[in-house]
């Protein structure tokens, strides 16, 4: 059972608890070299005839990994690794107007967190951690020099402060230990890959195990500080095939568990496996269709797919980055509902919160719990719709016009900033549907619209999967808010016969895209995911629960991407 102090208050108090509270657990090194580099900067650290920091906070973040891979039956990677890495937030000027939030050069935004010493070093952390803050200071100097130049050129029509207050918070939490079997996951990876065998029109898999024991110390200036730790497993199985015309079909199998729990393995993944496998080349056979117009049934993983990306990718970032250069603003895109506070974004029926506190659902751990963020911030459930209406956003210590303080919702990037994100988002609805009702409504739609089928979809493309395999890139202008139907079914409104097909991908699709939901589910289930951020490559934890999805009308065209046809047969299959 894990055990946690928690401390919330202001000023003094806040730190004479801390102490008494670190203290009980012993001399740990880790947070007495971040304690001493932060009174030393805090009370030396400055230029003369330049402002002191304002605020300043260390984070350092420990990653203790497992990683396995399995390729056509055999192992090609097993290890372990230990990497320790530090995030420095310095700020200089005043919490209305500071450093941040300004990009001048590519630098400002790829600015990459620090490797530190993987030993608990009390002399080698601190020389990096003063090594590092010095050369932040210096940064973030030149940074507010550039910002004030920029903005004395670009006047803004109202000013919105760059940093919010917020009460102090210390919580410490039990630290966390790898202790997953390699030898065993090996065991089971190897085998699990051999259930590919049965299925020759595939072309390439791979399946992929990781474990993680992620630990976490932090302090600011202010007086807050927490320790946590959590242990994730990431379970990915993965394989492409190609239609006749060229067309690359890759499926994908995506397990994440935190704490106790652990991904399927044993028959249970082999049937999961065989399924996917069936399903793809089900696919891969099926007709190709040139366009649709119609309602679209989003059931299994392609419900918690649909919010992924149609709602949680659309509210964040918050607030529109201040840019040097116009080129920047692509890569800190403002999500397109983040500037819809209440106003409506879904049908009256529907109400989403996300609650970062809720450690299970229905047995499943969620991957989202935690308490603090990652800006020392105690993290609130919050409302994010109300029948229908965008109450607030995910925030972190960045205010925005309409909502000025943090609800601690600020996660880790590779980078030296953190973003807004959701935790545990709850789709809730007060008319929930069987699925043989969804499935009739569907019909229904279809007669009423005079069309022969509706559209079922399970799963839609994951480009995380499907980029490895690629040969030819996307078009050039070809990015849409939802990615393509993966595996998907004509229902045809006579009968309700389902046929596979393919060759479809969604054709302008917006935010509105939202309130064209007709229904939702009664089958609402737990889906914990990895949720990508604006950044390439960069992921976390968080979990979506949700029923499944009906849209009343959708537009679909046919996919233009075809690659060329392997020249010879697949030798595992000779």
Same mark, same amino acid.
Request: hydrophobic share 40%.
């Given at each position: ?438 499935? /009739? !409504?569907?019909? $229904?739609?279809?007669?009423?619209? =005079?069309?022969?089928?509706? #559209? %079922?979809?399970?799963? *839609?493309?994951?480009?995380?999967? /499907? !980029?490895?395999? $690629?040969?030819?890139?996307?078009? =050039?202008?070809?990015?849409? #808010? %939802?990615?393509?139907? *993966? ?88």
């Amino acid at each position: 059972m894990k055990t946690a102090i928690w401390v919330s208050g202001f000023g003094i108090v806040v730190l004479v608890f801390a102490s008494m509270v670190f203290g009980a657990e012993g001399d740990d090194p880790i947070f007495r070299a971040m304690d001493d580099e932060l009174a030393r900067s805090m009370d030396k650290l400055v230029i003369e005839g330049m402002p002191p920091p304002h605020f300043l906070s260390y984070r350092i973040r420990d990653y203790e990994s497992m990683a396995i891979e399995a390729r056509y039956g055999a192992l090609t990677q097993s290890e372990r690794s230990h990497n320790r890495y530090l995030y420095i937030d310095l700020r200089v000027g005043d919490p209305s107007l500071d450093n941040t939030n300004f990009f001048a050069t590519w630098r400002d935004i790829w600015n990459g967190r620090e490797g530190v010493v993987e030993e608990d070093s009390y002399d080698g952390l601190r020389h990096q951690i003063w090594y590092h803050t010095d050369g932040a200071y210096k940064d973030a100097l030149e940074n507010l020099a550039r910002k004030k130049a920029y903005l004395q050129a670009h006047p803004v029509k109202e000013e919105v402060p760059d940093f919010s207050m917020v009460e102090p918070v210390v919580y410490q939490g039990e630290l966390a230990g790898l202790e997953s079997d390699q030898v065993r996951w090996e065991d089971r990876v190897r085998e699990a890959g051999r259930v590919f065998e049965e299925f020759a029109l595939l072309q390439d898999w791979k399946i992929e195990y990781m474990a993680q024991a992620v630990n976490q110390w932090y302090v600011n200036s202010e007086g807050s500080r927490h320790r946590k730790g959590e242990v994730y497993c990431f379970l990915e199985v993965s394989a492409t095939t190609q239609a006749e015309d060229g067309q690359r079909l890759t499926g994908f199998l995506h397990y994440v568990t935190r704490g106790d729990d652990e991904p399927p393995s044993g028959s249970k993944l082999m049937e999961d496996i065989q399924q996917m496998a069936r399903e793809l080349e089900a696919a891969a056979k099926a007709p190709a269709l040139d366009e649709y117009v119609g309602p679209v049934l989003f059931t299994e993983w392609a419900a918690p797919q649909f919010f992924s990306q149609l709602l949680a990718d659309q509210l964040v970032m918050p607030r529109k980055a201040l840019v040097a250069q116009d080129w920047m603003s692509e890569y800190l895109p403002v999500g397109k509902l983040a500037g819809k506070v209440k106003r409506r974004v879904l049908p009256q029926f529907v109400s989403i919160t996300d609650e970062p506190r809720r450690e299970s659902w229905k047995g499943t751990q969620l991957a989202g719990y935690q308490l603090v963020d990652d800006e020392g911030v105690d993290c609130e459930n919050i409302v994010l719709v109300e029948e229908g209406r965008l109450q607030t956003l995910p925030m972190g210590r960045q205010p925005t016009k309409k909502i000025s303080e943090s609800n601690g919702h600020a996660r880790s990037t590779p980078f030296q900033m953190t973003i807004p994100g959701i935790t545990n988002l709850i789709v809730d609805t007060t008319d929930p549907l069987k699925m043989d009702l969804m499935i /009739e !409504e569907l019909k $229904r739609l279809c007669l009423d619209q =005079e069309i022969e089928y509706g #559209l %079922l979809v399970k799963r *839609l493309e994951e480009p995380a999967f /499907e !980029e490895p395999y $690629r040969w030819i890139d996307e078009e =050039e202008g070809s990015e849409t #808010l %939802l990615t393509a139907p *993966l595996v998907v079914y004509k229902v045809y409104a006579e009968d309700g016969r389902m046929e596979p097909v393919r060759g479809l991908e969604f054709d302008e699709v917006t935010v509105r895209t939202l309130r064209d939901i007709v229904a939702l589910g009664k089958d609402a289930k737990a889906y914990n995911i990895v949720q990508p951020t604006v950044f390439e490559d960069s992921y976390y934890p968080a979990s979506i629960v949700t029923p499944s999805i009906l849209v009343e009308e959708m537009e679909l065209k046919a996919t233009t991407v075809h690659e060329p046809m392997p020249v010879a047969d697949n030798p595992y299959f000779r």
